[in-house]
């Protein structure tokens, strides 16, 4: 089993040596494989342009739509907000009930308690709750106050957590101190799944990208995450295409599989067709599911409903036809 | 007339997906209206054939008669050089600006014509609408804007202080890239004040027909342009008219020889742009997923059937393996099938003639005892298909490293240093296009100096614009086109 773009010996089950200095993890990190940005986006554009029709869109329609993570991150969050966007997601198209659940509602730590209740007295259990934590979206506060954050959040029913890397530290190359932050969280989480948001807008280059990366997914992440919505560049199809080659490469690699979530700017029907598509020709059905691909989105849902509504009417409806929550 | 794939699994498979299947995706074939026959374009008229001769034109994915069209002889020639003779005059006198105006129109109506001329395409020639779409058509346009440019400006492109058109050109293209190859020729041929006689390429005549069309509604002065389809005899009479000033040629090295020794000896200019057989070198600190798809991109573009076609991967040993299993898992995902789907991203093969050479050197492959490899793939019961091919284990001395394959076939061969990888490169009759894929800016700079090719491209390939000069070293032929350098080609200073 060869190991597309790890170092060229760093086969199943030697990976373990990577992280036992700061400067063995940084000569693995940066013995990864570069990124050719030209040639990335260029592939990214080509599958970009590939034409999902008729009975291809319904499917990654509905596909899209369960994979969403229902998202509100706002200070003026309230729990009205809250229970409103738990409704939505629980029946996303009030006039079609065959429309599909979304996977997580997405929302502060103070808020999960809140979604927890509302999803369970909707009768909608399976939706998981999200809760972002470690001091989102900067993080910037003390490990402690990270841990007590997401031990919070867990306490009060998140199933998942959202958390940032120290992206100061990343840049500043402490690779190390990253890596066991997350370990630490990880370890927080108890039974709760892993995101780890890299916040691709202030890593500004693809290899780093790969790098936090394979750095996340080593240290246990169960989702690697693009960003948190809060900055100017957010998820990017090429971005989120490199990756997904860095879980197809990790898998290939360690035998475990890691799932992908873009965040942020994705708000059209086209634009989630095109994300799957990067998924489908990468990694192909092992994460064509909720369990492995997910979107990070608030204002995408509504978009997906009246592109559904169109395929099944043949007619375009229109903002009115759906519900603001 | 297929070809059928062996379907051997990638050490490492990674099946198409079953769950996200596309549904057909198909580009109406309305927007292109195909008469039953077209005639020769001679003077600004559509002409039958002196002698009455015609032939059948196919589309490559179906084996179905688009048209048929005028088959021109020497008579033909001799009529299409006099008009074009008749023309230069008042063409070449003509001030810059005003031939720019001509060159700006074309192109503006190519633009709008763009999808039923990529759908004509597709269906002649056989390649997917995706590439006639996103890159053959958006290059036509631009090399006529390109040139237009130029138009008003020769005094100052570096080709003399008083330069002047040659005359009559000459113009032979083949079916790769039939309008491309033809805006390559006729754009800066016109620019520089010269009159055109094109015969393109008797399987992909109808292109340069729609063209000729596009030239009456831009207005052109009749006999600027004349365009006279037919077969190689057709093409060969035309090299060897007396009126013609300059000869310029695109296809085989054979021809292209041919070519040279009729022009010997005559004041005609000679520009020949012939085969490949081009290196696409890849480092073992190359960006991978991205030189995968150079690889791709480089061999399996147009079916392979392009002159600076990566048709030799020179890869490090170091690095074989994991290039190898990425490159199968990507020809796995690759979508072979109707051209007209915009979702296919390999098509037909032009003719059974050429399918026929393909198929032939592929046998030769193995029989020398290289390992072939194609991904698991349906290929259509009619039509001329050929499976993506892979060939490992193949050494300098086979038969598929050293010949023009022509299609999608990818022989890959190791080295160890930066030195053998250049020896192996240059070590080919031929010198058109090479790539070189590394993270090292200094290695590139200095590889590109070593290889003798025309084209070396870093870190990508098979990138194309007007403002680049293409040509070969070698049995590559000679002269440049695109760019400044296309201009020299049809002048001469005082």
Known sequence: MSTDAAPRDAGRGSLSDVVTSDAALRRFLQGLPGVDAVGLEARAAALGTRSIKTTAKAYAIDLAISMIDLTTLEGADTPGKVRSLCAKGANPDPGDRSAPRVAAICVYPDMARVAKEALAELGAGEINVASVATAFPAGRAAMPVKLADTREAVAAGADEIDMVIDRGAFLAGRYLQVFEEIREVKAACGGAHLKVIFENGELATYDNIRRASWLAMLAGADFIKTSTGKVGVNATPPNTLLMLEAVRDFRAATGRQVGVKPAGGIRTAKDAVKYLVLVNETLGDDWLSPDWFRFGASSLLNDLLMQRQKLSTGRYSGPDYVTVD | ?494
């Open chain 2, 1 to 494: 007339m297929t070809e059928r794939a062996m379907t051997e699994q990638p050490s490492q498979p990674s099946q198409p997906s079953k769950l996200f299947a596309y549904a057909p995706a198909p580009e109406s074939r309305a927007v292109v209206d195909i008469a039953p026959s077209y005639g020769l374009f001679v003077d600004g008229e559509f002409r039958e054939a002196a002698a009455g001769k015609v032939f059948k034109t196919l589309a490559p994915a179906s084996e179905e008669v688009l048209s048929e069209v005028a088959y021109g002889d020497a008579d033909d020639v001799d009529a299409a050089v006099r008009a074009a003779r008749g023309a230069f005059g008042a063409w070449s006198a003509l001030p810059g600006a005003e031939r720019a105006k001509y060159l700006f129109r074309i192109a503006r109506i190519i633009q709008e014509r763009s999808r039923e001329l990529a759908v004509l395409e597709t269906l002649d020639n056989g390649k997917p609408i995706r590439e006639t779409r996103d890159a053959d058509l958006p290059l036509v346009a631009a090399h006529f804007f390109y040139y237009a440019g130029w138009a008003d400006k020769l005094a100052y492109a570096g080709c003399g202080p008083e330069p002047r058109p040659l005359g009559v050109a000459a113009q032979v293209i083949p079916w790769n890239f039939p309008l491309l190859m033809l805006a390559w020729k006729v754009a800066p041929a016109l620019a520089t004040g010269n009159t055109v006689v094109l015969k393109p390429a008797e399987t992909t005549p109808l292109s340069a027909l729609f063209f000729a069309d596009i030239c009456r509604q831009a207005g052109l002065p009749k006999g600027v342009v004349n365009i006279v389809t037919g077969d190689g005899a057709t093409g060969a009479a035309l090299v060897a008219h007396p009126d013609v000033n300059k000869v310029a040629f695109t296809g085989s090295t054979v021809v292209g020889k041919e070519i040279a020794r009729t022009v010997a000896g005559t004041d005609k200019r000679l520009t020949l742009e012939l085969g490949g057989k081009g290196a696409n070198i890849v480092f073992e600190d190359a960006p991978l997923d991205q030189a995968v798809e150079g690889i791709v991109g480089g061999i399996f573009f147009n079916q392979g059937q392009v002159c600076c076609a990566g048709s030799r991967l020179l890869v490090q040993e170091s690095v074989q393996e994991e290039v190898l299993d990425a490159l199968k898992r990507r020809l796995s995902t690759l979508r072979v099938g109707d051209p007209l789907d915009k979702n296919t991203d390999v098509g037909a093969i032009n003719s059974a003639e050429q399918l026929a050479r393909i198929t032939e050197l592929a046998e030769a492959g193995e029989a020398e005892g290289a390992q072939r490899w194609s991904p698991p793939c349906e290929l259509p019961g009619e039509g001329y298909w050929f499976a993506p091919t892979v060939f490992t284990g193949v050494s300098q001395a086979h038969r598929i490293a050293r010949e023009e394959i022509f299609g999608p076939v990818l022989s890959v061969l190791t080295f160890r240093t930066p030195d053998e990888a250049v020896a192996k490169a240059n070590n080919t009759p031929y010198g058109l296009s090479a790539g070189i894929w590394t993270e090292k800016g200094s290695r590139i700079l200095k590889l590109a100096d070593q290889l003798r090719a025309g084209v070396v491209w870093a870190n990508t390939f098979n990138k194309f614009d007007p403002t680049s000069p293409f040509g070969g070293y070698k049995e590559s032929g000679y002269g440049r086109e695109g760019g400044r350098h296309g201009l020299e080609a049809y002048l001469e200073h005082a």
